[in-house]
């Protein structure tokens, strides 16, 4: 594989995310941003996962955190954790990550360019057309999208034979998962090599050869979400009740809206709008489940709630209030 510089073009939620634990990793990271005003968002959110380590890793290195359910698997493995290296690999991740303005000199020279902007399909391919004419023959990009489809932005990328996509489950470091999935131009060594980085960034990679809206993990999540937020849209019931409905029931952790709001809402809204537009996403089975979704409904919540700019847990505040 060879990689060494990793370009993440976006700083939100999970694009800090997947720039922490590729440097983390021990990877060269720059996190590319459409303008200074974005540093500002951006740095406090690595200044945050600094001290997400931190804390975990210091759970970790107690007999509690040896628990498979305190462990975090994307920072080490248990049976060979050394505390203090680890510590000192969130420091120089902390310290090295780079952010830039400039694409041009964002994606100079660079191995990977990681794409984890919105959920927004022109405003993917906008960016795509810039960002072609400035890549080293060598770049391979990828999406991380966590819906559309690598064959729909292919040709945009000039080099859809090394475009492919890398989606990450939220709070990477603990689910340490990444789904690969190519399209049908995609070079079968390029779809291996990002294989081999998503390891090597300890994540468990799982491959996906044919393209599926909705990947894995959201072909389940997302149908679960819409059914929760339906019934708050019609008046059912309120966040925190529905919430209680599915946490005491099954047992579950966190409830439908703690889950978007880490998610955060804004790509709430996108996958809104991504579902309601595209019923070809959904089996015969769940059209027919789904026909009766208020999807304006939703759509009018969650405008009103990001424009008082409660986006979700990042901005302490979405369906419910953090600390």
Not at 3 to 28: E, H, P
Not at 46 to 61: G, P, R
Not at 158 to 169: N, T
Not at 247 to 263: C, E, H, K, S, Y
């Amino acid at each position: 594989m060879g990689y060494k510089k990793v370009v993440v073009a976006g700083g939100g939620v999970l694009g800090s995310q997947i720039a922490f634990q590729a440097a983390y990793c021990g990877f060269d990271v720059t996190i590319w941003l459409r303008s200074e005003k974005s540093k500002t968002h951006t740095q406090p959110k690595l200044d945050k996962l600094k001290e997400d380590y931190v804390k975990d890793l210091e759970l970790m290195n107690t007999k509690e955190g040896k628990a498979e359910s305190n462990w975090s698997r994307g920072l080490a493995d248990i049976d060979n954790f050394d505390y203090d290296k680890c510590i000192e690999k969130v420091q120089t991740a902390h310290t090295n990550i780079k952010l830039e303005t400039d694409l041009k000199k964002a994606v100079e020279d660079a191995d990977l360019v990681i794409e984890s902007i919105g959920e927004d399909t022109k405003v993917k391919i906008d960016f795509y057309q810039k960002l072609a004419p400035l890549l080293p023959e060598k770049t391979v990009i990828v999406t991380n999208s966590s819906t559309l489809l690598p064959s729909t932005f292919a040709k945009y990328t000039g080099r859809g034979d090394k475009y492919l996509s890398l989606h990450f489950a939220n709070t990477i470091w603990r689910k340490n998962t990444a789904e690969v999935m190519c399209h049908i131009g995609t070079d079968p060594k390029v779809f291996t090599d990002i294989i081999e980085f998503a390891n090597e960034i300890r994540m468990v990679a799982l491959p996906i050869t044919k393209e599926k809206n909705g990947y894995l993990l959201n072909s389940m999540l997302v149908p679960f979400l819409l059914s929760a937020f339906d019934l708050y849209a019609n008046g059912i019931s309120t966040p925190e009740t529905i919430d209680k409905a599915w946490t005491l029931g099954t047992g579950a952790p966190n409830g439908p809206f703690r889950i978007m709001d880490t998610v955060g809402l804004e790509t709430v809204k996108n996958i809104v709008l991504q579902y309601q537009k595209v019923p070809g996403l959904f089996s015969p089975l769940l059209k027919k489940m789904m026909m009766p979704y208020n999807f304006k409904g939703m759509l009018d919540i969650l405008n009103k709630y990001i424009s008082e700019g409660k986006m979700g847990k990042s901005t302490k505040e979405g369906f419910y209030k953090y600390e």
